[in-house]
């Protein structure tokens, strides 16, 4: 079972940037997909991002297109979302997760999320 740690949440203001980090435990982290999701209160878990397992292809939710960005590094089995331009309403708690194939979901793994709030 593999296990996903996330790290890089906390407080920003609007206009600011993040940058969120998961790591992944063993060793068939560059088998798959990695994405992830943001949980505000009050409102389902929402799409924010994927990524293939070589890195060839990413897709983004509709509300963080531009702003976002999603990147990994199978040498040291992370995903990375660097997050620019934070708006209010990004605030959520964001989860890591795998995909059960190389190219997406379904997303069967998840971490335990991290916090971001950003005050405007």
């Known amino acids: 079972q593999v296990q996903l740690v996330e790290s890089g949440g906390g407080l920003q203001q609007a206009g600011g940037s993040l940058r969120l980090s998961c790591t992944a435990s063993?060793?068939?982290?560059?088998?798959?997909?990695m994405g992830w999701f943001r949980q505000a209160p009050g409102k389902e878990r929402e799409f924010v991002a994927a990524?293939?397992?070589?890195?060839?292809?990413?897709a983004y939710g509709d509300s963080v297109k531009g702003r976002f960005t999603i990147s990994r590094d199978n040498a040291k089995n992370t995903v990375d979302l660097q997050m620019n331009i934070l708006k209010a309403e990004d605030t959520a708690v964001y989860y890591c997760?795998?995909?059960?194939?190389?190219?997406?979901?379904?997303?069967?793994?998840w971490g335990q999320g991290t916090q971001v709030t950003v005050s405007s």
């Open positions: 997760a795998r995909g059960e194939t190389g190219t997406g979901g379904p997303y069967a793994s």
């Open positions: 063993g060793r068939t982290f560059s088998r798959y997909a």
């Open positions: 990524i293939s397992w070589n890195g060839g292809s990413t």
